[in-house]
């Protein structure tokens, strides 16, 4: 009884890791927690900037890295490496948690304590849900979840990372090489690893409904949709590039006019991916 009741996470455990740019001031966190003080949680910001731009926080329950570096990835590892926390919620500066979302989390993780992430709901800034999740629990993510999976969603076992050494792909995300997917090739690394990856349908953050790979045009997405799909399933890339043409079409995302032009920015992607893993920026 007394293993199992050290194994219980509390939420204390729960750090959030939040990435920004160019704040000299926490401001910006209060609107993020509406309906309580930022102070009252543990959270650690990483703030790219310059020097002289720096970031200073009065409050003990909050930690602040000012870091020169610029990429999304670059911070998202940065927070990870230095996190104090068990259980480490992925944020960005520009979400809102919900009352009681530290709670749903400790839950989550009580009911799957050997999960490596999970992932939960979120909603639009209008409350209807940022897309379409399944109804109950998952277990197990299959692949094509795992492609749905947003960043702001995430939620982290700190202790199996620790033990692991998987970080973000600082070669994708907002400020990479290749803007988006930086989600899809963490969770799949972790699969490789047989972690346990699980969905907990449970409303945490609300957010803008538009982001990053919405402003960007069909032959942009496939020329990274190229380099992300190699970057996982290597040699097998192609395979899943027909999968998500196949989709793309059936969607009308894409017309079939625009095929030749999409397959070839995504070859162009492949290449890419594979020139920087043979040392070639």
Known sequence: MEDKLENVYKETDIEILIATMNRNSLDFLEPMFSFSHFSNFSILVINQTEVENSLITNYSNVRVINSPEKGLCKSRNLAINNAIGKILVISDDDVVYQEEFVTKIINAYNKFPKAAVINFSAINSDGTFMKKYSPVAKKELNSFEIFNVSSIEMTINGEIFD???????????????????????????????????????????????????????????????????????????????????????????????????????????????????????
């Open 163 to 281: 033990t692991i050494g998987i970080q973000f792909d600082e070669n994708f995300g907002l400020g990479g090489i290749f803007e988006m997917g930086e989600e899809a090739i963490l969770l799949f690394d972790l699969k490789e690893k047989d972690k346990q990856l699980v969905f907990e349908p449970q409303v945490i953050v609300a957010h803008e409904s538009l982001t990053s790979s919405n402003k960007k045009n069909i032959i942009e997405k496939y020329y990274i949709q190229g380099a992300l799909l190699t970057r996982i399933f290597k040699r097998k890339y192609f395979p899943w590039l027909i999968i998500k043409l196949f989709f793309d079409l059936k969607q009308n995302k894409i017309y079939f006019t625009s095929i030749i032009a999409v397959l070839k920015s995504a070859i162009k992607g492949h290449r890419k991916i594979k020139s920087i893993q043979n040392g070639n920026k």
